[in-house]
């Protein structure tokens, strides 16, 4: 999965955002925020982590500091007052900042093609992780566990292999969002369901476990792994 016919974009056609600060909003938990502060390392730009409890959060959207229009987190505050929602709105601004959105137009859509397959099963575990009845949620984790998750891993597999026969990332030759986006999900599938052998999922498809080592073994990723404050979830 090369860069096809695509004409290298024209990076500083689209002005970078000149905010001298982001402010980014989340819970205290990897969820759906643990990608944008990946991003935010990768790219090289210092955030405000800020991480709220549940009972900040509903003072925060009681007494109007929250201003973004779809009261949900994650949120992005810069300099200017200017916010941003939708994790993967944030997510792209942060790559394109960072210049790892891809470097065509085409390497961009097939970047966004693996986000937001992730970002589809993310969904899907948080369907498992929020359910209330015991047995809808049973049957839902096993659905995830034994169909949903293995049949989407093997999917990454095949794309990875098709991009450099899976020796580096997703798309080009460099990483970019996707990249973060797969590494994110593994991260928090295996520190949240240690009761599950993900490891051991990730032997059927040895290009997505490499791939995962290769992402975590970056040096500006290993450095915030290393120091961040780690949570299960
Ligand atoms: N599509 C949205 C979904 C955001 C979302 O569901 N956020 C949840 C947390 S993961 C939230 O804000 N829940 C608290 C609430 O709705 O008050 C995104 O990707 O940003």
Redesign the pocket.
């Known amino acids: 999965m090369g860069s096809g016919s695509s004409t290298p974009r024209q990076k500083e056609a689209k002005p970078k955002t000149k905010s001298k600060s982001f402010r980014f909003h989340y ?1 205290d938990g990897k ?2 925020g643990e990608v944008v502060r990946l991003a935010f390392v990768l790219a090289g730009l210092d955030f405000d982590d800020v991480r709220h409890t549940a009972e900040e ?1 509903a003072n925060m959207k009681q007494t109007g500091e929250f201003t973004g229009p779809f ?4 949120w992005l505050e810069l300099e200017d007052g200017t916010t941003i ?4 709105a944030i997510l792209r601004l942060v790559a394109r900042e960072g210049g790892f959105d891809g470097d065509t137009n085409l390497d961009a859509a097939k970047a966004d093609e693996i986000t937001d397959a992730v970002e589809d099963i993310k969904d899907a575990f ?1 369907t498992t992780i929020f359910e209330q009845d015991e047995q809808k949620k049973a049957s839902l984790e096993d659905e995830f566990w034994d169909s949903r998750l293995p049949t989407r891993l093997r999917q990454f597999e095949k794309l990875l292999e098709m991009n450099n026969g899976g020796q580096g990332f997703f798309v080009g030759k460099a990483m970019t969002h996707a990249d973060l986006e797969m590494f994110s999900l593994l991260d928090m599938l295996e520190s949240s369901s240690k009761e599950r052998d993900l490891l051991g999922m990730l032997g059927a498809v040895p290009l997505v476990k490499a791939h995962k080592e290769r992402v975590s073994n970056h040096p500006k990723i290993a450095e915030y792994i290393k120091t961040r404050r780690d949570t299960p979830l």
């Not at 009261?71 to 994650?74: E, T, V």
């Open positions: 819970f969820g759906r959060w009261r949900q987190l994650p929602s939708q994790t993967r948080f």
